[in-house]
């Protein structure tokens, strides 16, 4: 084997060169891994607003909140439910909830669309992953209204002590809620009857219901739809938030890896580029390494071992930028509710790790040929050259 | 030997490397096409918007209605010469999203009236409006699921409870390319007039759609309306339909300027890789160049040489991505069509095409500067020993 330091060596001696390439390399790589964070980012923040013990009670055939409803009647029968866990008082945890969406005034003189949720006395019980930080959970019977963490600063009545307007009346926030990262963080939660009676909307929209322990989820979801008394459908809290980000992420995803597709083709003829061109000014030097008794497989793997640090250090390059985009938090319209969904660039260890293996792919693509060509060479026409 | 000739000679030198440089320019411009027509397709309603055409929707959202009973009062107001309402239905053919395309119920009477880019042949325009089930189908949506007249399609609803069987009346194309001809339309009075509709549901609009007399004067009529309506349970907003559909574009902004910030990237990977090349080569000629030089030629010529090649292979790899992307982008949009819905024919704009060939020109000249000034600033002398 050709010793790893003359490729290292060789490498810094076209530093020019060198750079150009795994600059281009590199951004490859920060595409691609900043669309799978982004994409991971979106999945978590929906994903992360659900509870494994509960339930969401939908209208049969609703793929949203939004788009369902329920009768005040049907949430009565589901409390009565034998696995429903109980709160704190003694009363079952289910909740109706009212949805709407409001346009609210957003940063920048732009609006947003937002979830208002209309909540129950159990809804806080029952959604234990939702926790005030700070100031209180709004009064019952009240038009007070709690905003998630990531609307705190939208607009300037968008805080603690602030008042929101909409459908025409006053809605003073007295409390911030955090939800784990999740969809939560992106709605307004009010009191559920006064919610309605704004909104002229007299059913629920969905029911969330809490069961005992997790493993009861299952033949809960099988109960609902097999009851003969309602035609509604449940579906496990999780599965149901993972659902609602489905659209856009596989949006992100489908855009993002086909641009990274196309871009590696790109980065890789770049790297052919600058490998033929090494191969080439080398002819000589490969020659003597030939001559003194390196064997051609030697010689073949001695390039492509050059052009595979070349891809890795693109790859760390890459993934090192796209670790930056941590700080960078996106607000956008999710196309599937119509309301906004808040979620950052999530980096995991198996994404790294794939930029890191893409960009040395790339790099050992790059290097295959010139390989070849290199190894082809005979020793008598190298050392005359 | 002319200039041109001797351009062409020294591209041609390394054959390969030219070859390959080219295939990765075409590729970056066919990325940078594919990315731009990406963003034009979330303008592409803010795009054939109307000047004459105002949306009046509900102030609290788009997404709550507004009573039926509005339509008389706004085509009453001076300054309106026509009125029709839409409502968004969101029906799906199967129980997932998976077959997922826009449907809206609108007013069969009025609809083209406000919307005359919808062009139909007369008499299936006719007998949509005879049947209060009557559908109209955009005709990329009707050859992606081999519709025409007569068909029937259900779709289940989602806001309305259910299934709802239409006929296909008509097959719709666009005035111009603009229009989205992957939709459906059907007469609203076929769910209001239903008794399976729950009377909350009933006689209600999702959104008005106004047509002017004067564009000039659409501000005003937009403030008469919600003047009209200011004291009343439903309040409105009345905007251009331009400011409407912007309206969407800016909720989505993070999505358009991640886009429009990857393109840039595209760019400079081109940038990166035919700066390279050029790099290369000028490095490998510096004695020719020297003695260019040494015989006589300005530095200003030697640089011209040396620009002349990377706008040859500008124009060359825009011409070769100018003519794959079109065809890349038509084979993306039938791969993503079962899972986010059908998008328009022709989606890749002329001019789009023309922003990106001279985005490239303009990027391998960037990337010829540096090589160029590096051929120059080199004394002959040096030049001359130089061995590359």
Same mark, same amino acid.
């Given at each position: 084997?050709?010793?790893?330091?003359?490729?290292?060596?060789?490498?810094?001696?076209?530093?020019?060169?060198?750079?150009?390439?795994?600059?281009?390399?590199?951004?490859?790589?920060?595409?691609?891994?900043?669309?799978?964070?982004?994409?991971?980012?979106?999945?978590?923040?929906?994903?992360?607003?659900?509870?494994?013990?509960?339930?969401?009670?939908?209208?049969?055939?609703?793929?949203?909140?939004?788009?369902?409803?329920?009768?005040?009647?049907?949430?009565?029968?589901?409390?009565?439910?034998?696995?429903?866990?109980?709160?704190?008082?003694?009363?079952?945890?289910?909740?109706?909830?009212?949805?709407?969406?409001?346009?609210?005034?957003?940063?920048?003189?732009?609006?947003?669309?937002?979830?208002?949720?209309?909540?129950?006395?159990?809804?806080?019980? =029952? /959604? &234990? @992953?939702?926790?005030?930080?700070?100031?209180?959970?709004?009064?019952?019977? $009240?038009?007070?209204? *709690? %905003? +998630?963490?990531?609307?705190?600063?939208?607009?300037?009545?968008?805080?603690?002590?602030?008042?929101?307007?909409?459908?025409?009346?006053?809605?003073?926030?007295?409390?911030?809620?955090?939800?784990?990262?999740?969809?939560?963080?992106?709605?307004?939660?009010?009191?559920?009857?006064?919610?309605?009676?704004?909104?002229?909307?007299?059913?629920?929209?969905?029911?969330?219901?809490?069961?005992?322990?997790?493993?009861?989820?299952?033949?809960?979801?099988?109960?609902?739809?097999?009851?003969?008394?309602?035609?509604?459908? =449940? /579906? &496990? @809290?999780?599965?149901?938030?993972?659902?609602?980000?489905?659209?856009?992420? $596989?949006?992100?995803? *489908? %855009? +993002?890896?086909?641009?990274?597709?196309?871009?590696?083709?790109?980065?890789?003829?770049?790297?052919?580029?600058?490998?033929?061109?090494?191969?080439?000014?080398?002819?000589?030097?490969?020659?003597?390494?030939?001559?003194?008794?390196?064997?051609?497989?030697?010689?073949?793997?001695?390039?492509?071992?050059?052009?595979?640090?070349?891809?890795?250090?693109?790859?760390?390059?890459?993934?090192?930028?796209?670790?930056?985009?941590?700080?960078?938090?996106?607000?956008?319209?999710?196309?599937?509710?119509?309301?906004?969904?808040?979620?950052?660039?999530?980096?995991?260890?198996?994404?790294?790790?794939?930029?890191?293996?893409?960009?040395?792919?790339?790099?050992?693509?790059?290097?295959?040929?010139?390989?070849?060509?290199?190894?082809?060479?005979?020793?008598?026409?190298?050392?005359?050259? | 030997?002319?200039?041109?000739?001797?351009?062409?000679?020294?591209?041609?030198?390394?054959?390969?490397?030219?070859?390959?440089?080219?295939?990765?320019?075409?590729?970056?411009?066919?990325?940078?096409?594919?990315?731009?027509?990406?963003?034009?397709?979330?303008?592409?309603?803010?795009?054939?918007?109307?000047?004459?055409?105002?949306?009046?929707?509900?102030?609290?959202?788009?997404?709550?209605?507004?009573?039926?009973?509005?339509?008389?009062?706004?085509?009453?107001?001076?300054?309106?010469?026509?009125?029709?309402?839409?409502?968004?239905?969101?029906?799906?053919?199967?129980?997932?999203?998976?077959?997922?395309?826009?449907?809206?119920?609108?007013?069969?009477?009025?609809?083209?009236?406000?919307?005359?880019?919808?062009?139909?042949?007369?008499?299936?325009?006719?007998?949509?409006?005879?049947?209060?089930?009557?559908?109209?189908?955009?005709?990329?949506?009707?050859?992606?699921?081999?519709?025409?007249?007569?068909?029937?399609?259900?779709?289940?609803?989602?806001?309305?409870?259910?299934?709802?069987?239409?006929?296909?009346?008509?097959?719709?194309?666009?005035?111009?390319?603009?229009?989205?001809?992957?939709?459906?339309?059907?007469?609203?009075?076929?769910?209001?007039?239903?008794?399976?509709?729950?009377?909350?549901?009933?006689?209600?609009?999702?959104?008005?759609?106004?047509?002017?007399?004067?564009?000039?004067?659409?501000?005003?009529?937009?403030?008469?309306?919600?003047?009209?309506?200011?004291?009343?349970?439903?309040?409105?907003?009345?905007?251009?339909?331009?400011?409407?559909?912007?309206?969407?574009?800016?909720?989505?902004?993070?999505?358009?300027?991640?886009?429009?910030?990857?393109?840039?990237?595209?760019?400079?990977?081109?940038?990166?890789?035919?700066?390279?090349?050029?790099?290369?080569?000028?490095?490998?000629?510096?004695?020719?160049?020297?003695?260019?030089?040494?015989?006589?030629?300005?530095?200003?010529?030697?640089?011209?040489?040396?620009?002349?090649?990377?706008?040859?292979?500008?124009?060359?790899?825009?011409?070769?991505?100018?003519?794959?992307?079109?065809?890349?982008?038509?084979?993306?949009?039938?791969?993503?069509?079962?899972?986010?819905?059908?998008?328009?024919?022709?989606?890749?704009?002329?001019?789009?095409?023309?922003?990106?060939?001279?985005?490239?020109?303009?990027?391998?000249?960037?990337?010829?500067?540096?090589?160029?000034?590096?051929?120059?600033?080199?004394?002959?002398?040096?030049?001359?020993?130089?061995?590359?």
């Amino acid at each position: 084997m050709v010793p790893l330091f003359y490729n290292a060596r060789s490498l810094w001696a076209r530093r020019v060169s060198t750079g150009l390439t795994v600059v281009g390399l590199g951004l490859v790589v920060f595409v691609f891994s900043s669309v799978l964070m982004l994409a991971h980012g979106i999945e978590s923040a929906l994903a992360s607003g659900g509870d494994p013990s509960n339930v969401v009670v939908l209208r049969k055939g609703a793929t949203s909140e939004l788009v369902s409803g329920i009768e005040q009647e049907a949430v009565r029968i589901l409390s009565t439910d034998s696995q429903v866990a109980s709160g704190p008082d003694g009363l079952p945890l289910v909740a109706g909830e009212r949805v709407a969406l409001l346009t609210l005034p957003g940063g920048r003189a732009r609006s947003m669309s937002t979830t208002a949720r209309g909540i129950s006395a159990e809804s806080f019980a =029952a /959604r &234990p @992953e939702v926790r005030i930080v700070s100031g209180r959970r709004p009064r019952p019977g $009240t038009n007070e209204v *709690v %905003l +998630g963490r990531s609307l705190v600063g939208t607009s300037p009545e968008a805080g603690l002590g602030g008042a929101l307007t909409f459908a025409g009346q006053r809605w003073p926030v007295v409390g911030v809620i955090a939800a784990r990262g999740g969809a939560f963080e992106s709605e307004v939660w009010a009191d559920a009857l006064r919610l309605g009676a704004a909104f002229g909307r007299e059913d629920f929209s969905s029911a969330v219901v809490r069961l005992r322990s997790p493993v009861e989820v299952d033949a809960f979801v099988k109960r609902v739809e097999a009851n003969p008394r309602f035609t509604l459908e =449940a /579906r &496990p @809290e999780p599965a149901y938030w993972a659902d609602q980000g489905s659209g856009l992420a $596989t949006f992100i995803r *489908v %855009l +993002g890896l086909f641009v990274s597709l196309v871009f590696s083709v790109g980065a890789v003829l770049g790297a052919m580029i600058t490998m033929y061109a090494q191969v080439a000014t080398r002819v000589a030097e490969l020659g003597m390494l030939r001559a003194v008794g390196f064997r051609r497989r030697s010689v073949l793997a001695s390039v492509v071992v050059e052009s595979a640090m070349l891809g890795a250090a693109g790859g760390v390059l890459g993934a090192l930028g796209a670790l930056a985009t941590r700080w960078i938090h996106i607000r956008t319209l999710n196309f599937q509710t119509f309301a906004a969904v808040s979620f950052g660039f999530s980096p995991t260890p198996a994404i790294l790790l794939g930029a890191l293996l893409f960009g040395t792919a790339m790099g050992i693509l790059g290097g295959l040929l010139p390989a070849l060509r290199a190894a082809r060479l005979s020793i008598l026409d190298a050392l005359r050259a | 030997m002319s200039y041109v000739g001797f351009v062409g000679r020294n591209l041609l030198r390394n054959p390969l490397r030219l070859a390959l440089t080219l295939l990765a320019g075409a590729v970056g411009v066919t990325a940078f096409i594919f990315l731009s027509t990406v963003v034009d397709l979330f303008y592409s309603k803010a795009r054939a918007a109307q000047v004459d055409r105002l949306i009046v929707r509900n102030k609290v959202s788009f997404t709550q209605p507004l009573p039926l009973s509005y339509a008389a009062r706004i085509a009453a107001l001076p300054g309106v010469t026509a009125v029709t309402h839409e409502e968004y239905f969101g029906g799906t053919l199967g129980d997932t999203r998976k077959d997922f395309f826009a449907n809206f119920s609108v007013d069969p009477q009025t609809f083209l009236e406000v919307f005359p880019e919808f062009v139909a042949p007369p008499q299936q325009l006719a007998a949509f409006r005879g049947d209060p089930c009557g559908a109209l189908v955009g005709e990329t949506l009707a050859r992606r699921f081999g519709w025409k007249p007569g068909d029937r399609v259900t779709l289940k609803g989602q806001f309305y409870p259910g299934d709802w069987t239409f006929n296909v009346r008509g097959i719709y194309t666009g005035a111009h390319p603009g229009v989205n001809t992957a939709a459906l339309m059907f007469g609203y009075r076929c769910i209001n007039e239903s008794d399976r509709l729950a009377p909350s549901l009933k006689d209600k609009a999702g959104i008005y759609a106004v047509r002017v007399d004067d564009p000039a004067r659409s501000a005003e009529v937009a403030a008469a309306i919600d003047h009209l309506f200011d004291n009343s349970p439903f309040p409105t907003k009345t905007e251009s339909e331009k400011s409407f559909q912007l309206g969407f574009v800016a909720m989505t902004s993070a999505i358009v300027t991640a886009v429009k910030g990857v393109s840039s990237v595209v760019l400079l990977i081109i940038l990166l890789v035919i700066g390279n090349t050029l790099a290369m080569g000028v490095r490998e000629r510096t004695r020719d160049l020297a003695t260019l030089r040494a015989l006589g030629f300005r530095p200003r010529t030697v640089v011209a040489l040396v620009m002349a090649e990377s706008a040859v292979i500008g124009l060359c790899s825009a011409a070769l991505g100018v003519t794959a992307a079109p065809v890349l982008v038509r084979l993306f949009a039938k791969l993503i069509a079962a899972r986010l819905g059908t998008l328009p024919e022709h989606l890749t704009r002329g001019h789009t095409l023309w922003v990106s060939a001279l985005a490239a020109v303009a990027v391998s000249l960037l990337a010829g500067v540096g090589p160029a000034l590096r051929a120059v600033r080199l004394p002959v002398a040096e030049g001359l020993r130089k061995v590359a």
